[in-house]
Structure formats: structure tokens, C-alpha cells
T-cell receptor, first 113, second 111 residues
Framework: QQQVKQSPQSLIVQKGGISIINCAYENTAFDYFPWYQQFPGKGPALLIAIRPDVSEKKEGRFTISFNKSAKQFSLHIMDSQPGDSATYFCAASKQTGANNLFFGTGTRLTVIP | NAGVTQTPKFRVLKTGQSMTLLCAQDMNHEYMYWYRQDPGMGLRLIHYSVGEGTTAKGEVPDGYNVSRLKKQNFLLGLESAAPSQTSVYFC??????????FGSGTQLSVL
């Protein structure tokens, strides 16, 4: 059973446009929600993360929006660039114990010039 | 500072063969993880370790074994490889913060 559901599977955006990737979770015990970015042939790398005490977190062109009541969170990439073309994974975990991350299925983003 | 290093980067096995994947980290992290990545399924946790000498099962542990004899190393073993274990394997580590540091992966094909 997928703990974190992610959509869309793939996304094509024009340069300068907004990329939006959505995730949903069921386990209300999750209290840490990161996004990882992965380029071909590389391991995933932490992009940005949010905890449920805030509804939005922004770092440069990347913003996480978090809706605790709906158990949903999303990644917005403003002014998308060809260099943003990568696979993006949302994830969720509990901060206690082993803190194992459960990942979404990934979104392959392509930004066309 | 190498971070997390995985060896080998590529491997082809025949069904029934065994092999060991090595993960080494130089950040003195307590926690280490093995994930597999398959198309359309994201990253799934195989086994993890919360410290030297400890291991635990993740979401998809069947067919794999692990050992953490030294803090810096986390080994993933396949005793009798099956085609269903064809995948890209990632090792990761972290300290007390939640940020995971990943290696660059091992692409394994089982024929």
C-alpha cells in the first residue's frame, strides 16, 4: 500500500511557467514532508521540506504548500527553467523512532525552452 | 569529503547467483538505509540500520540481507538473485536531522 500518493507521473512545462506537483498521505502521524530532486544517473537530493506547523515554505523559486486538514501537500516551481528538468519525489515520515521516509512514486518534469 | 559511496555502480547477475552491494559513508552518520527504485514505484525501503551492529526490516525486505559491522559501512546481500530484483539500489545515511544523503546508485540486472 502506497503511503504517499503523487501526481502527475510526468509533467511538461514551458520555460518560465509554473510547475505543480501534488502529493497526498493518509497517516496523520506523519510530521515531516520533504521533496527530493533526482537527476539522471544520480541519487536523490533534498530540495525543500516542511513541517505541519506551517502552511507554506518558500526557498527561492521552490514553494511547498501544505494542507493539514486535507492531508495534501504540493511543490510549486516558479519561473521553471530547463535546468529544473528532473524527477521529483515527495515523501513523508514521523520524526520519532527510526524516522523512515515513505516516498511517492515520482514525477518526471521536463521544462522545454 | 566523498559523502556516500556505493560499489559497484553496475552489475549483471544470473538467476540464483549471490552478490553483495557495499555502501560506505564518511560523515559519521548513525542511520543508514537501503532503498530500491523501480519505474512507477518510487523509492522503497529494503532494510535500515539505526547504528553499528543493528539492522531492521523496511517495506520490501524479502530476498535481501544486510549487515552493519562498522559504523561507516552498510552491506546489502542477495543470497539467490531473482529477475524481480532487477532494480536500481540506493544507499542513504543521515545524522539526527531528517536530511538523507544518497549515494549515486547501483544498477543491477538479474537475467
Amino acid at each position: 500500500q502506497q503511503q504517499v500518493k503523487q501526481s502527475p507521473q510526468s509533467l511538461i512545462v514551458q520555460k518560465g511557467g509554473i510547475s505543480i506537483i501534488n502529493c497526498a498521505y493518509e497517516n496523520t502521524a506523519f510530521d515531516y514532508f520533504p521533496w527530493y530532486q533526482q537527476f539522471p544517473g544520480k541519487g536523490p537530493a533534498l530540495l525543500i521540506a516542511i513541517r505541519p506547523d506551517v502552511s507554506e515554505k518558500k526557498e527561492g523559486r521552490f514553494t511547498i504548500s501544505f494542507n493539514k486538514s486535507a492531508k495534501q501537500f504540493s511543490l510549486h516551481i516558479m519561473d521553471s527553467q530547463p535546468g529544473d528538468s528532473a524527477t521529483y519525489f515527495c515523501a513523508a515520515s514521523k520524526q520519532t523512532g527510526a524516522n523512515n521516509l515513505f516516498f511517492g512514486t515520482g514525477t518526471r518534469l521536463t521544462v522545454i525552452p | 569529503n566523498a559523502g556516500v559511496t556505493q560499489t559497484p555502480k553496475f552489475r549483471v547477475l544470473k538467476t540464483g547467483q549471490s552478490m553483495t552491494l557495499l555502501c560506505a559513508q564518511d560523515m559519521n552518520h548513525e542511520y543508514m538505509y537501503w532503498y530500491r527504485q523501480d519505474p512507477g514505484m518510487g523509492l522503497r525501503l529494503i532494510h535500515y540500520s539505526v547504528g553499528e551492529g543493528t539492522t531492521a526490516k523496511g517495506e520490501v525486505p524479502d530476498g535481501y540481507n544486510v549487515s552493519r559491522l562498522k559504523k561507516q559501512n552498510f552491506l546489502l546481500g542477495l543470497e539467490s538473485a531473482a529477475p524481480s530484483q532487477t532494480s536500481v539500489y540506493f544507499c542513504a545515511s543521515r545524522e539526527t536531522s531528517s536530511k538523507l544523503f544518497f549515494g549515486s546508485g547501483t544498477q543491477l540486472s538479474v537475467l
